[in-house]
């Protein structure tokens, strides 16, 4: 009985530990989510405004879309997981501190829990609530506002697992003076809400960050040799959108500050009719012209990089569709057309008697009387039409009939000798 009961023990402290890893893993989880949620979110809102390119002297509310525009859905189901997650892990350490307090560790001044939820503001301390309270409370769920309550969330985060580590470190038990001391039963009471609401949270939150991120992102689906190809070119069109988008803020910008200017004068001229305009007037004018050429410049800047991005994608697909260079002649060897005409020597050498005659001797006397006399017959033959041979293209022509077939083979050779 000792043993099974010492043997139930052991896999009840395994299963907690299993269970609190899970606690410890789904929080790092969706600590890391909702940072990359945060930076998705920050990164289309700098992108819809056109980056930096919009000068200063324009007016930030006309840069782009209004932010709640921008990822309304990730940004709500945000805010959502992240005030859960903070309420939840806020009242288990609420938890902790009352059933399990430790006067040496415990201050008021240690624990975000100990400040009262509804000076933190951001609807935290409501209990129900509504989605038109919730885009009240937090401006729209604005950036800042998502980043504080992030803040907040790692902060009580982090103080639950620290005060719970103390809770389960070595020696506790015998520091331990209450009459119904920690056991592992009290565990579950402390982590299962969380363990809950954590995992929901963190559903969600990768639920709507996967949806959000896969419209935010260009997915092609090409083969991979084409695939590099594909993405310089949408690289190369959000940039000449970029410029595009650039420019007509700046032109719009442009446009409405000479309507408001045009207004302007005619008003002055209908009451300035009768008198005649000021120094002073004269001076705001000028001001009001130089508040013009920052937006002049930059148009003119838009404009140019426009027109640059342009001629290079002209270029470049200029080279693309270009016929490939035709491949060089290949080289040949020149061949003069003439007859040669055998030397004597060359002849002699032809039908001279070969040494490896008296080589050959000894085999031949081996032969037979009739293999001897054919091989004789035919080394006769042979040498009889060698020397016809030699005496049908030995014959040495005389020169001036030498001169006359190159005059008439090689008509350019044949002039030259000539005339030699």
């Given at each position: 009985?000792?043993t099974?009961?010492r043997?139930?023990?052991?896999r009840?402290v395994?299963?907690?530990?299993?269970?609190?890893e899970g606690l410890?893993?789904?929080?790092r989880?969706?600590?890391?989510l909702?940072?990359k949620?945060l930076?998705?979110?920050q990164?289309?809102?700098?992108?819809s405004?056109g980056?930096t390119l919009v000068?200063?002297?324009?007016?930030?509310n006309?840069?782009?879309?209004?932010?709640?525009?921008?990822l309304?859905?990730?940004?709500?189901?945000a805010?959502q997981?992240?005030?859960c997650a903070?309420?939840?892990?806020?009242?288990?350490?609420?938890?902790?501190?009352?059933?399990?307090?430790?006067?040496?560790?415990?201050?008021?001044?240690?624990?975000?829990?100990?400040?009262?939820?509804?000076?933190?503001g951001?609807?935290?301390?409501?209990?129900?609530l509504?989605?038109?309270?919730?885009?009240?409370?937090?401006?729209?769920?604005?950036?800042?506002?998502?980043?504080?309550?992030?803040?907040?969330?790692?902060g009580?985060s982090s103080?639950?697992?620290?005060?719970?580590?103390l809770?389960?470190?070595?020696?506790?038990?015998?520091l331990?003076?209450?009459?119904?001391?920690?056991t592992y039963?009290?565990?579950p009471?402390?982590t299962?809400?969380?363990h809950?609401?954590l995992?929901a949270?963190?559903?969600?939150?990768?639920r709507?960050?996967d949806?959000?991120?896969y419209?935010?992102?260009?997915?092609?689906?090409?083969?991979?040799?084409?695939?590099g190809?594909?993405?310089q070119?949408?690289?190369?069109l959000n940039?000449?959108h970029?410029s595009?988008?650039?420019?007509?803020l700046?032109?719009k910008?442009?446009?409405n500050e000479?309507i408001?200017?045009?207004?302007d004068?005619?008003?002055?001229m209908?009451?300035?009719?009768?008198?005649?305009?000021?120094?002073?007037?004269?001076?705001?004018?000028?001001e009001?012209?130089?508040?013009?050429q920052?937006?002049?410049?930059?148009?003119?800047?838009?404009?140019?990089d426009?027109?640059?991005?342009?001629d290079?994608?002209?270029?470049?697909?200029?080279?693309?569709?270009?016929?490939?260079?035709?491949l060089?002649?290949?080289?040949?060897?020149h061949?003069?057309?003439?007859?040669?005409?055998?030397?004597?020597?060359e002849l002699?050498?032809?039908?001279?008697?070969?040494d490896?005659?008296t080589?050959?001797?000894?085999?031949t006397?081996?032969?037979?009387?009739w293999e001897q006399?054919?091989?004789r017959?035919?080394?006769?033959?042979?040498?009889?039409?060698?020397?016809?041979?030699?005496?049908?293209?030995?014959?040495?022509?005389s020169?001036?009939a030498?001169?006359?077939?190159k005059?008439?083979?090689?008509?350019?050779?044949?002039?030259?000798?000539?005339?030699?």
């Open positions: 009985t000792l099974t009961s043997l139930c023990g052991c009840r395994q299963s907690l530990a299993v269970q609190l410890v893993n789904n929080s989880a969706l600590t890391s909702s940072r949620s930076r998705l979110i990164e289309t809102e700098v992108i405004r980056f000068s200063a002297a324009c007016p930030f006309r840069a782009g879309q209004l932010r709640s525009q921008q309304i859905g990730l940004r709500k189901v805010y997981s992240l005030r903070f309420r939840a892990s806020r009242l288990a350490t609420c938890v902790m501190l009352k059933s399990y307090p430790d006067p040496t560790i415990d201050n008021v001044t240690n624990y975000v829990s100990t400040v009262p939820i509804r000076e933190l951001l609807g935290l301390g409501v209990e129900h509504s989605d038109d309270q919730a885009q009240e409370l937090t401006n729209d769920y604005s950036l800042p506002t998502l980043k504080m309550l992030f803040q907040l969330w790692v009580q103080e639950f697992f620290r005060r719970l580590a809770l389960l470190s070595p020696g506790r038990e015998e331990d003076s209450r009459s119904s001391p920690l039963s009290s565990v009471l402390i299962d809400s969380l809950r609401t995992a949270c963190l559903g969600n939150l990768q709507s960050f949806f959000h991120r419209f935010e992102t260009p997915h092609q689906s090409l083969p991979s040799e084409r695939n190809r594909a993405q070119k949408c690289r190369e940039s000449l970029t595009v988008r650039s420019l007509q700046h032109l910008t442009l446009l000479v408001i200017l045009e207004d004068l005619e008003k002055l209908v009451a300035k009719e009768t008198e005649e305009m000021t120094c002073a007037g004269y001076q705001d004018l000028k009001r012209l130089q508040l013009l920052p937006h002049m410049q930059a148009s003119t800047c838009c404009w140019d426009t027109l640059a991005q342009v290079r994608m002209l270029r470049r697909v200029s080279k693309e569709t270009a016929a490939p260079d035709p060089p002649p290949a080289p040949f060897t061949i003069q057309d003439r007859d040669p005409v055998p030397e004597e020597q002699e050498a032809y039908v001279s008697d070969s490896s005659e080589e050959w001797r000894g085999v006397d081996m032969l037979s009387p006399e054919r091989q017959r035919e080394r006769e033959e042979s040498r009889r039409v060698l020397l016809e041979l030699k005496s049908v293209l030995g014959i040495r022509t020169d001036g030498r001169d006359k077939r005059l008439l083979l090689f008509s350019d050779q044949g002039t030259t000798c000539t005339n030699t």
